[in-house]
């Protein structure tokens, strides 16, 4: 348990310094990209919410687990595609001239 | 290979996928890469979490992709103006479901008597984050809707009321892990951290909007490592903390771009307007028409526009895009200063001007184009107003001094597009306005920019 705990914190903060060193490399440019992709990618609370949906102990349970998939699927499906859009529009004046 | 080991794999692919997909945001050119690494990522969490055994069933698991699906579509096409919103309200959705996950549990191992005080603490963690990142993001995203007034609203006692909720919080929180049976804490802690987030926001003015939606981008992040913590699972404390990192650095990046700390942003409302010392230069105030600054335009070798969110209402960036192309067109080297709190979030003004075709090349960010300003011929100003505001390089009593500024008024002509002399969002007044160098065209931005293209389109002839 103890141990367990332990490399729980371990990925916590080795994840921490690779995002804060990632993150500081991202453009200026695309921070507002940046944001529509993390929102996706904090949506993977679905993994969680998909656990609890499915294990299907208590009525109680089940729908919490459901609306919070729901929830998290929304971030997903919505961030992926709008820092899609976004990113397209991003074009370099070579692309314009025919 | 057991199941499990299986599952680990597939989430060790899916965190380096995720990795991948931020590193590539570095540069425009790789930033489409980005995308698709992050919606594989996501591809093999959810596929690896569909192969756990304790899924008896998953009727309720194909309802909630479906409901999803069908909330998240239309809101990936709001209009650019509305990205800000729903980012706000994605973080929302994001503390809801943490604040789910973490109630579920909480009640399900209190029925089969397996709450420790690890597992109690990390669900205090997490529906405390969750529940007020929820409030704390749909408060925050009806300002920038404007269902909510954006200006901060403050009463006595303001910051003591939302120190004893959050203090309350936790200290329930705290006797909940001593015992973890006393379930009667629970819904305390919950109605707690809903209140708090709604308090929190409530203060916070318009213009601290890019810091907030940063800060609470990072508390969703930070929800996602405590469900992690709860359901031990590794994938979401890795892909949790890349998000909170970002929401981190970004509110660090703007907390700076506007001379503010954290603690100033939550806790001290914007907005209290000084008295100004400008009023009594308002005869020195230059006006000029289109006809005029369409000919200083034209015969400029340097331009530099500087565009604020008045030029996003007024909806001109079009008409900017088609003032690049004339001005560019007669010769003159055309750049965009882009300052970090430009628009409503991080980096939407670049946004905004990439809708507009505007290349990204020519979009320069503070620190790199300020420099260029005193050998620029003409800095026109559209829509921008604190950001150009010259006080906060020497005005000790002005409430944005210190915040880093663009120097449009070095540039050798100024020209400022503007409604009327209302001060701007932070209510303060200009002084750039009144300089002998400065030019203002008075009306709307839209209306403006059209008629300097058609002056410069005449030249063009």
């Given at each position: 348990?103890?141990?367990?705990?332990?490399?729980?914190?371990?990925?916590?903060?080795?994840?921490?310094?690779?995002?804060?060193?990632?993150?500081?490399?991202?453009?200026?440019?695309?921070?507002?990209?940046?944001?529509?992709?993390?929102?996706?990618?904090?949506?993977?609370?679905?993994?969680?919410?998909?656990?609890?949906?499915?294990?299907?102990?208590?009525?109680?349970?089940?729908?919490?687990?459901t609306i919070?998939l729901a929830a998290?699927m929304t971030?997903?499906v919505?961030?992926?595609?709008?820092?899609?859009?976004?990113?397209?529009?991003?074009?370099?004046?070579?692309?314009?001239?025919? | 290979?057991?199941?499990?080991?299986?599952?680990?794999?597939?989430?060790?692919?899916?965190?380096?996928?995720?990795?991948?997909?931020?590193?590539?945001?570095?540069?425009?050119?790789?930033?489409?890469?980005?995308?698709?690494?992050?919606?594989?990522?996501?591809?093999?969490?959810?596929?690896?979490?569909?192969?756990?055994?304790?899924?008896?069933?998953?009727?309720w698991?194909v309802v909630g992709i479906v409901v999803g699906t069908a909330l998240g579509?239309?809101?990936?096409?709001?209009?650019?103006?509305?990205?800000?919103?729903?980012?706000?309200?994605?973080?929302?959705?994001?503390?809801?479901?943490?604040?789910?996950?973490?109630?579920?549990?909480?009640?399900?191992?209190?029925?089969?008597?397996?709450?420790?005080?690890?597992?109690?603490?990390?669900?205090?963690?997490?529906?405390?984050?969750?529940?007020?990142?929820?409030?704390?993001?749909?408060?925050?995203?009806?300002?920038?809707?404007?269902?909510?007034?954006?200006?901060?609203?403050?009463?006595?006692?303001?910051?003591?009321?939302?120190?004893?909720?959050?203090?309350?919080?936790?200290?329930?929180?705290?006797?909940?892990?001593?015992?973890?049976?006393?379930?009667?804490?629970?819904?305390?802690?919950?109605?707690?951290?809903?209140?708090?987030?709604?308090?929190?926001?409530?203060?916070?003015?318009?213009?601290?909007?890019?810091?907030?939606?940063?800060?609470?981008?990072?508390?969703?992040?930070?929800?996602?490592?405590?469900?992690?913590?709860?359901?031990?699972?590794?994938?979401?404390?890795?892909?949790?903390?890349?998000?909170?990192?970002?929401?981190?650095?970004?509110?660090?990046?703007?907390?700076?771009?506007?001379?503010?700390?954290?603690?100033?942003?939550?806790?001290?409302?914007?907005?209290?307007?000084?008295?100004?010392?400008?009023?009594?230069?308002?005869?020195?105030?230059?006006?000029?028409?289109?006809?005029?600054?369409?000919?200083?335009?034209?015969?400029?070798?340097?331009?530099?526009?500087?565009?604020?969110?008045?030029?996003?209402?007024?909806?001109?960036?079009?008409?900017?895009?088609?003032?690049?192309?004339?001005?560019?067109?007669?010769?003159?080297?055309?750049?965009?200063?882009?300052?970090?709190?430009?628009?409503?979030?991080?980096?939407?003004?670049?946004?905004?001007?990439?809708?507009?075709?505007?290349?990204?090349?020519?979009?320069?960010?503070?620190?790199?184009?300020?420099?260029?300003?005193?050998?620029?011929?003409?800095?026109?100003?559209?829509?921008?107003?604190?950001?150009?505001?010259?006080?906060?390089?020497?005005?000790?009593?002005?409430?944005?001094?210190?915040?880093?500024?663009?120097?449009?008024?070095?540039?050798?002509?100024?020209?400022?597009?503007?409604?009327?002399?209302?001060?701007?969002?932070?209510?303060?007044?200009?002084?750039?306005?009144?300089?002998?160098?400065?030019?203002?065209?008075?009306?709307?931005?839209?209306?403006?920019?059209?008629?300097?293209?058609?002056?410069?389109?005449?030249?063009?002839?």
């Amino acid at each position: 348990m103890t141990m367990d705990l332990i490399m729980l914190v371990f990925v916590f903060v080795l994840a921490t310094f690779i995002g804060i060193e990632v993150i500081k490399n991202v453009s200026r440019l695309l921070h507002t990209p940046l944001m529509s992709l993390t929102n996706a990618i904090s949506a993977i609370a679905a993994v969680g919410s998909i656990i609890i949906a499915g294990e299907q102990i208590t009525d109680f349970s089940t729908v919490l687990g459901t609306i919070a998939l729901a929830a998290s699927m929304t971030n997903i499906v919505s961030g992926f595609l709008l820092t899609n859009r976004m990113l397209k529009m991003f074009k370099k004046r070579e692309d314009k001239k025919k | 290979m057991t199941t499990q080991t299986a599952i680990q794999l597939v989430y060790l692919a899916s965190t380096v996928l995720f990795i991948l997909s931020l590193k590539w945001m570095s540069h425009p050119s790789t930033a489409r890469r980005s995308v698709v690494a992050g919606s594989l990522a996501m591809l093999f969490a959810i596929g690896g979490t569909l192969l756990y055994p304790e899924i008896v069933g998953y009727q309720w698991v194909v309802v909630g992709i479906v409901v999803g699906t069908a909330l998240g579509v239309p809101l990936s096409r709001v209009p650019l103006t509305a990205v800000p919103q729903r980012t706000a309200l994605s973080h929302a959705f994001g503390g809801l479901a943490a604040g789910l996950v973490g109630t579920a549990k909480y009640y399900l191992w209190l029925q089969q008597h397996q709450l420790t005080s690890f597992r109690t603490g990390a669900i205090v963690a997490e529906i405390i984050l969750g529940f007020l990142s929820f409030t704390g993001s749909l408060m925050a995203a009806g300002k920038l809707q404007e269902i909510i007034p954006t200006r901060p609203i403050t009463y006595r006692g303001q910051n003591m009321i939302n120190l004893v909720l959050f203090v309350g919080a936790v200290i329930i929180g705290v006797l909940l892990v001593i015992d973890p049976e006393q379930s009667f804490f629970f819904p305390i802690i919950i109605g707690f951290s809903l209140l708090f987030g709604i308090l929190l926001i409530i203060p916070i003015g318009g213009a601290d909007m890019p810091t907030v939606i940063a800060i609470l981008n990072s508390y969703a992040g930070l929800s996602a490592v405590a469900m992690g913590f709860v359901l031990e699972n590794n994938l979401l404390i890795a892909a949790g903390a890349l998000d909170g990192s970002s929401g981190l650095i970004l509110a660090l990046i703007m907390s700076k771009a506007m001379n503010r700390s954290f603690k100033n942003v939550l806790f001290g409302a914007f907005g209290k307007v000084h008295a100004s010392a400008a009023q009594a230069e308002l005869a020195s105030i230059k006006s000029t028409s289109t006809e005029e600054g369409a000919q200083i335009l034209g015969s400029a070798g340097s331009v530099i526009i500087v565009p604020g969110y008045g030029m996003a209402v007024a909806q001109a960036q079009h008409g900017v895009h088609d003032l690049y192309v004339e001005l560019s067109k007669l010769g003159a080297d055309v750049k965009f200063a882009i300052h970090p709190v430009a628009g409503r979030m991080p980096g939407h003004m670049n946004v905004l001007l990439a809708e507009a075709e505007i290349p990204y090349d020519r979009l320069i960010e503070m620190d790199v184009i300020n420099p260029d300003f005193p050998q620029t011929d003409v800095a026109l100003v559209i829509g921008a107003n604190d950001v150009v505001n010259p006080a906060a390089r020497h005005d000790k009593s002005s409430p944005i001094y210190g915040m880093p500024i663009l120097d449009a008024d070095r540039a050798k002509t100024v020209i400022v597009i503007k409604r009327s002399m209302n001060p701007g969002f932070a209510g303060i007044e200009n002084e750039l306005f009144y300089k002998d160098n400065t030019l203002m065209l008075f009306g709307d931005a839209k209306t403006m920019i059209g008629g300097l293209v058609r002056e410069l389109e005449k030249e063009n002839k």
